[in-house]
């Protein structure tokens, strides 16, 4: 009986082995991450996710994105070790080598992009420019070179590719790639920028000149970084901060002011960032909040130090609640801080202006802030490239500011940029007649000079 019960044991243990054996691995545990470095409103929502976590390989790629995107690589890598090769998709191989690449592990990033390449990845013009660009990293100038070929037509890699050619005194070969480059984007900046040193190079220095003269109004601009930027730029607008601002934009478009403020305010208080924080008032300013605008403009500046736009704010909140004298006050004060070169406040600064004296019938100061408006309007139509839009703005300025010295120049700039050079060397010339001093006209007058 004994001996009957014990096989009957060890047969039900066999079976029970045989069972366990069938079943799935428990998933792998989460790596030990540290979130302190991370604004909190985001730290959070990662936290969520964390707890939520059920161990699929679509879970294990969403936190590899996640890491990789908020700079923790290693935590990164790992996620990446726990997904079995078939269930890793050909983009996902370009994605493990960028993180691999970031961590500096050259060597192991290498076959996860031709690994990529090799499935079909949308991105392999992308893994080609990393290959190079992590031979660049290595110091191997040939690899770099026929992986960046390989690349074809992408800018980054092209942009990439010429500076290679060039630190190699092999401008000659980087002029028509260049040229062909700046045939499909015309306002390239690095474009422009670099065609401009090859020239040098070359001792050709009027081209040079002329493409340099270029980047004054070019803006389209090439990450090196490959489409992993844009990657992390769109996850980064999915959680935290970043997250909120999207939504309370989203909002806004809506008419929801109060969503949009609401969720803005959120964000805030997680992280103060003062462009944010800009955007909020302009948003209470919309809603009839005066008092509450004039309060985050005040913060601003209590924060971060006064700006052009954060000036701005505070007189346009003092205006609508009354006090135009101190609304005149920040708005002179703004148009004294020079903004980002993209931003208009200062031009905004001088519109209101404008419109304040011309309101209180002082029509000499009210010409006056109108062509300052001109002029910054010009300024920054011009670096749009939008030149027949920008000359109109440029010569409403001289009209009202006969002497401007900026305006003068901008003037001939825009007219030079237009092939008017008989126009342009007038303006230049009016400039040195009032501004004897100026380099910049006599140095474009000399050039001009060269070239007939």
Request: net charge negative; hydrophobic share 40%.
């Amino acid at each position: 009986m004994i001996n009957r019960i014990l096989l009957l044991a060890a047969v039900l243990q066999a079976s029970w082995l045989l069972y366990v054996q069938t079943l799935p691995a428990p998933p792998a545990s989460l790596p030990a991450v540290s979130l302190d470095a991370i604004e909190p409103a985001t730290a959070e929502e990662i936290r969520v996710i964390q707890e939520g976590f059920q161990g699929t390989p679509i879970e294990w790629l969403q936190l590899a994105g996640i890491y990789r995107t908020w700079g923790l690589l290693p935590e990164s890598a790992y996620c990446y070790a726990q997904i079995s090769r078939e269930d890793l998709q050909p983009n996902d191989w370009y994605y493990l080598g960028i993180t691999l690449s970031r961590m500096g592990r050259l060597t192991e990033a290498a076959p996860m992009y031709k690994e990529a390449i090799s499935r079909g990845s949308s991105l392999a013009p992308h893994c080609w420019l990393m290959l190079g660009r992590d031979a660049l990293r290595a110091e191997e100038p040939e690899k770099a070179e026929a992986f960046l070929k390989e690349a074809g037509n992408l800018p980054a890699a092209v942009i990439m590719l010429t500076r290679l050619l060039m630190h190699e005194g092999r401008s000659g070969e980087a002029v028509p790639l260049l040229q062909s480059l700046l045939e499909e984007y015309p306002n390239s900046l690095s474009g422009h920028q670099k065609l401009a040193w090859a020239h040098e190079q070359l001792g050709q220095l009027d081209k040079s000149y002329e493409h340099e003269l270029r980047t004054l109004r070019s803006f389209d601009r090439f990450s090196p970084h490959g489409v992993d930027q844009e990657d992390d730029n769109d996850r980064m607008k999915l959680l935290g901060v970043a997250r909120l601002v999207t939504e309370s934009q989203a909002a806004a478009e809506l008419n929801d002011q109060g969503r949009a403020i609401d969720l803005l305010t959120q964000a805030l208080d997680s992280s103060w960032i003062e462009r944010f924080a800009l955007q909020l008032g302009q948003i209470q300013l919309a809603s009839g909040d005066a008092a509450a605008a004039q309060e985050t403009a005040l913060r601003c500046i209590e924060s971060d130090g006064a700006s052009a736009e954060s000036l701005l704010l505070l007189g346009q909140a003092q205006f609508t609640a009354g006090d135009t004298s101190a609304a005149q006050q920040s708005w002179e004060r703004a148009s004294e801080l020079p903004a980002s070169r993209d931003v208009a406040a200062n031009m905004r600064a001088f519109e209101l202006l404008a419109k304040l004296h011309e309101s209180e019938g002082n029509e000499q100061l009210a010409t006056w802030h109108s062509a300052l408006a001109s002029w910054q309007r010009g300024r920054l139509l011009f670096r749009q490239n939008d030149l027949t839009t920008a000359l109109k703005e440029f010569e409403d300025a001289v009209e009202g500011l006969p002497q401007h010295e900026n305006a003068l120049f901008m003037l001939g700039e825009v007219r030079f940029a237009l092939d008017d050079v008989e126009g342009a060397v007038g303006a230049w010339k009016t400039c040195l007649q009032h501004h004897p001093n100026c380099g910049r006209a006599l140095q474009r007058l000399e050039q001009v000079a060269r070239s007939q």
